[in-house]
């Protein structure tokens, strides 16, 4: 349907985004938990951003399944899985997967830096996975052409 190389440009555009989200994830909870920003702050730029991470991975991994690449569609869905579960448990009564009233109870600072690192490795080896898939992409065949003489043609 889609040329090989744009499947992976486009995963590799999707997943350099999350990444950086990511980052961003780690420095906002890094600066709650040193008390450089309020809990009500944090929480909701936090909670602002989880829905489009669902949805980017989301659709990435619906590209990488139309394509036929079911290898990394698979190596994709338990993430998915994971980020929809976040939203599935989020109690009645709070904002988001980050409530600003229990952000401080029971270590839960801690254990969304533990998640946040999780991703972050998970998106970094995934993310070299789709350069080298690219790469191997824009390989294939022969990029030089070449006459029976084994002389360069340089016009394409």
Same mark, same amino acid.
């Given at each position: 349907?889609? +040329?090989?190389? /744009?499947?992976?440009?486009? %995963?590799?555009? @999707?997943?350099?985004? $999350?990444?950086?989200?990511?980052?961003?994830?780690?420095?906002?909870?890094?600066?709650?938990?040193?008390?450089?920003?309020? %809990?009500?702050?944090?929480?909701?730029?936090?909670?602002?951003?989880? $829905?489009?991470?669902?949805?980017?991975?989301?659709?990435?991994?619906?590209? /990488?399944? @139309?394509?036929?690449? #079911?290898?990394?569609?698979?190596?994709?869905?338990?993430?998915?899985? #994971?980020?929809?579960?976040?939203?599935?448990?989020?109690?009645?009564?709070?904002?988001?997967?980050?409530? +600003?009233?229990?952000?401080?109870?029971?270590?839960?600072?801690?254990?969304?830096?533990?998640?946040?690192?999780?991703?972050?490795?998970?998106? &970094?080896?995934?993310?070299?996975?789709?350069?080298?898939?690219?790469?191997?992409? &824009?390989?294939?065949?022969?990029? @030089?052409?070449?006459?029976?003489?084994?002389?360069?043609?340089?016009?394409?």
């Amino acid at each position: 349907m889609f +040329p090989e190389t /744009l499947v992976f440009a486009i %995963a590799l555009f @999707i997943t350099g985004a $999350i990444l950086f989200l990511l980052i961003y994830y780690m420095i906002i909870l890094s600066d709650l938990e040193c008390d450089y920003l309020n %809990a009500q702050e944090c929480c909701s730029n936090l909670n602002f951003w989880s $829905i489009p991470k669902l949805a980017a991975h989301a659709f990435l991994t619906f590209v /990488l399944l @139309i394509h036929g690449n #079911w290898i990394l569609c698979l190596v994709n869905l338990p993430m998915v899985g #994971w980020l929809v579960y976040e939203q599935y448990r989020v109690p009645a009564g709070n904002i988001g997967i980050y409530d +600003p009233a229990e952000i401080h109870n029971r270590g839960m600072v801690k254990k969304h830096l533990r998640d946040t690192m999780i991703g972050l490795g998970f998106y &970094l080896i995934i993310f070299f996975v789709y350069l080298y898939c690219m790469i191997i992409a &824009l390989l294939k065949g022969d990029p @030089i052409r070449r006459h029976e003489e084994e002389e360069i043609v340089t016009e394409f």
